[in-house]
């Protein structure tokens, strides 16, 4: 076919030339010799033009990206780096455990760490190990984004949420939080979930999409202290002045109080089953909010003592 294409070019190209030049012109077999040669280079530039994109577009093997000691380095690299990670993690919890002033601030590095870890230890796997090639790399990064896009975006969501909270901070680990209808100690903070500790000894784990969408409440800020309030329900003929006196000094006594910060003590008129009652809110700081609940029960028994040895109430009151 290419032959037959080139004679026709070469003789319109001899047509065109002028008639006295055409009568003086022969076409001897050289011509087509070269026709021919020129014909041949160009099937033979064809063919390995198109065998080269033949081989580009062909996907690479797996053995071609991943040799036996590259996965066996690679598993290796990644004992090492689990078993680190969990090390560095016991040491910070183990540190954090000890001092009540930072302990919030240590644990609060743990999930930093573990993320920085991981990603380190997969950098070092994908450019030191394996060295793919950047197409290959490319090609299996837009896979996975585009499957995983698909089949798990509520996964992904939550881990948008994790990040979202360790960038953001509006709590960290340690910290006394309120989401929803769960309440408790933050122990961990996870790319997927959050988890707390209730005061019921109860382990929560809260999705870190709903991080996102819900309030949350912090009592403490990355403090060690938090405010405590206890409630108390009195007759409304008692001397105020005199219960205000005695709840400051059963907050202060408490082996858990911390003096850093005010002690308030506020009266309110509510009514219970058709009687009018004074409910006195004793508001004062924990040390450690680990002590929170105990602190509260402690203030609660202190001026209920109190009040009943200086006979201000007295158990007829509540009949």
């Known amino acids: 076919m290419k032959k037959t294409i080139f ?49 580009d577009l062909k996907p690479p093997s797996m ?25 560095i993690s016991f040491i910070l919890e183990s540190i954090a455990e000890k001092t009540t002033k930072y302990r919030i601030t240590i644990k609060g590095l743990v999930p930093i760490v573990k993320i920085l870890g991981w990603v380190f230890i997969l950098f070092i796997i994908i450019a030191g190990i394996i060295q793919p090639p950047i197409s290959t790399v490319i090609a299996v990064t837009a896979s996975i984004a585009i499957a995983v896009g698909f089949a798990a975006q509520d996964i992904l969501k939550n881990v948008f949420g994790g990040i979202m909270v ?69 007759p409304i003929t008692i001397d105020t002045e005199r219960v205000r006196q005695i709840a400051i000094e059963a907050a202060q006594v408490s082996k858990y109080i911390y003096l850093n910060k005010p002690i308030v003590v506020l009266f309110f008129n509510e009514v219970k089953e058709r009687r009018s009652y004074l409910k006195m809110r004793l508001k004062a700081y924990v040390a450690d909010i680990r002590y929170e609940f105990p602190f ?14 200086e006979k201000i109430i007295s158990p007829d009151d509540f009949k």
């Open 7 to 55: 004679f026709i070019i070469f003789l319109g190209l001899i047509s065109s030339v002028p008639a006295q030049e055409k009568d003086t012109t022969v076409v001897d077999s050289s011509s087509f010799h070269q026709l021919d040669t020129i014909a041949a280079a160009v099937d033979t530039t064809v063919a390995e033009i198109a065998q080269k994109v033949e081989s």
């Open 63 to 87: 053995s071609e990206i991943f040799s036996v000691g590259e996965i066996l380095w690679s598993i290796i690299f990644l004992i090492i780096g689990y078993l680190g990670i969990r090390f």
């Open 166 to 234: 360790l960038v953001d901070r509006p709590f960290m680990v340690g910290d006394k939080i309120e989401i929803g209808n769960y309440y408790g100690e933050v122990v961990e903070i996870g790319l997927r979930s959050t988890r707390l500790v209730t005061p019921d000894d109860s382990r929560v784990s809260v999705p870190n999409g709903e991080l996102m969408t819900k309030s949350v409440s912090n009592a403490n800020v990355g403090e060690p202290n938090c405010q405590v309030v206890a409630e108390i329900y009195l």
């Open 296 to 309: 509260k029960s402690d203030m609660t028994e202190l001026v209920m003592k109190a009040l009943l040895e």
